[in-house]
């Protein structure tokens, strides 16, 4: 009986003879930097080859110098990085090189994780009915927060102790982050008197413009055009739409609004796809806006540009206008569309838009709407860029300055952006990434 062939021999080489180390080919970001960063030349070189040797071929010094500054080349470097990174994935010829029955068995597993498949998918579409049921749950919360912030009722006896609790812990919390500080008196404030109520502004003023300028992301969509309109703006909230799987986020503006456009809601409503992705997870689809009616001449979301001309034969000039695309936190209305056309250089371009327009509709939905009071007070700020931990086995890829250092905190500590005592107030218009600083 012959003796059947171990693993190791049925395994396939690489066009250099070298023995692949996984099913997959190895990423590049695996490979010894060493591998890619030098040439590779014989440890032993022999003076003289015998008649029965391969001449093994050597590598000049300045040859080798030429490689070695080729591999040091950024563009170089990037493109071996590209070359390598569109091979992962790909077969490294491992799996075809095993005896069938193994093949087979694999094929096996395979449908296993078909069945697994089916039942994540399930977890995740119970998921989001959970989500949907609990977002009406939600509702009656979010309706006595809009009926503050208009003013059409002051906040009872029960919503005030609660709150001046959660106003004590968030001061214990402060003051246990600065040590050296004495603790700060924590204010009660008294009922206030019909006179008191009648002379106050109505409500909670500029309260989502401010909730939105106080996120890091959103406030780089708006602006000073984008104000006048955005403090009309009275409530936020979340909805589902009943077609398909995904979610609507609502914008309802106050009268006042209407001297920018006549819509009294903006909403974007974000799709998902209807088979969930490889994770488990939606995928995102599409997303659809309203189009805004804009009353003439107060499109926020273009400017007119004036440019003189003069004629070549008459000397005389004219006033040409010409309207132009402008940023403006209103374009959010308005999501990008991939192109008809391929084209690699745009089609990158779409694909950065339409992940960063769908990562702004998924931090209002998971983030500001169920906390806008902490982003309007700025104690979300505290939070925002949290995870500032380095692992210790990064460290070597830095090197130590501890002159030029402003970095008083301790080595692997999380770095969290301090809040301002009173966020990004209407009256202060404080820029919030001033809120970042250390």
Do not use: M
């Given at each position: 009986m012959s003796e059947q062939p171990s693993s190791a021999q049925n395994i396939k080489l690489t066009p250099q003879g070298d023995i692949a180390p996984t099913p997959q080919n190895t990423p590049a970001a695996h490979l010894s930097h060493s591998v890619m960063s030098?040439?590779?030349?014989?440890?032993?070189?022999?003076?003289?080859?015998?008649?029965?040797?391969?001449?093994?071929?050597?590598?000049?010094?300045?040859?080798?110098?030429?490689?070695?500054?080729?591999?040091?080349?950024?563009?170089?470097?990037s493109l071996v990085q590209g070359r390598l990174s569109s091979l992962v994935g790909r077969s490294s010829g491992y799996i075809e090189s095993l005896p069938a029955p193994v093949r087979r068995r694999i094929t096996g597993l395979k449908g296993v994780q078909a069945e697994h498949a089916k039942i994540e998918a399930e977890f995740?579409?119970?998921?989001?009915?959970?989500?949907?049921?609990?977002?009406?749950?939600?509702?009656?919360?979010?309706e006595k927060r809009r009926a503050l912030i208009e003013g059409s009722r002051e906040p009872s006896k029960d919503e005030i102790e609660k709150g001046e609790k959660e106003e004590d812990e968030d001061e214990e919390d402060f003051d246990s982050e600065d040590e050296d500080e004495e603790p700060r008196p924590r204010e009660r404030?008294?009922?206030?008197?019909?006179?008191?109520?009648?002379?106050?502004?109505?409500?909670?003023?500029?309260?989502?413009?401010?909730a939105l300028k106080n996120h890091l992301g959103l406030s780089e969509l708006i602006t000073e055009r984008d104000e006048e309109a955005l403090k009309f703006l009275i409530d936020v909230r979340l909805s589902y739409p009943t077609e398909k799987p995904g979610f609507t986020l609502v914008f309802e503006f106050e009268e006042g609004a209407k001297a920018f456009f006549s819509n009294t809601t903006l909403e974007k409503t974000y799709y998902y796809q209807d088979e969930v992705g490889y994770e488990g997870d939606f995928v995102y689809d599409h997303a659809v806006g309203t189009e805004i009616q804009w009353v003439e001449g107060k499109n926020l979301t273009v400017r007119v540009e004036t440019k003189k001309q003069r004629n070549k034969n008459t000397?005389?000039?004219?006033?040409?206008?010409?309207?132009?695309?402008?940023?403006?936190?209103?374009?959010?209305f308005t999501p990008p569309v991939p192109p008809e056309d391929e084209d690699e250089d745009i089609e990158e371009d779409i694909d950065e838009k339409l992940e960063l327009d769908y990562q702004i509709g998924e931090d209002l939905k998971e983030r500001v709407i169920p906390r806008a009071i902490d982003f309007f007070t700025g104690?979300?700020?505290?939070?925002?860029?949290?995870?500032?931990?380095?692992?210790?086995?990064?460290?070597?890829?830095?090197?130590?300055?501890?002159?030029?250092?402003?970095?008083?905190?301790?080595?692997?500590?999380?770095?969290?952006?301090?809040?301002?005592?009173?966020?990004?107030?209407?009256?202060?218009?404080?820029?919030?990434?001033?809120?970042?600083?250390?």
């Open positions: 030098r040439p590779q030349v014989p440890s032993t070189l022999s003076e003289e080859v015998g008649e029965d040797d391969e001449e093994i071929p050597v590598i000049s010094s300045g040859a080798a110098a030429g490689l070695a500054g080729l591999a040091s080349n950024p563009a170089f470097a995740q579409k119970e998921i989001f009915e959970l989500e949907k049921k609990f977002a009406e749950k939600y509702r009656p919360l979010y404030i008294p009922e206030p008197t019909a006179e008191e109520l009648a002379s106050a502004p109505k409500g909670i003023p500029e309260f989502w413009l401010t000397n005389q000039t004219r006033i040409v206008k010409k309207v132009v695309p402008t940023d403006s936190f209103f374009s959010f104690k979300a700020l505290r939070y925002e860029q949290g995870d500032g931990d380095f692992d210790s086995e990064d460290d070597d890829e830095f090197d130590e300055d501890e002159e030029d250092s402003d970095d008083d905190e301790p080595r692997g500590s999380v770095r969290k952006a301090p809040a301002p005592p009173s966020g990004n107030t209407p009256a202060s218009h404080q820029d919030p990434q001033e809120c970042k600083q250390s």
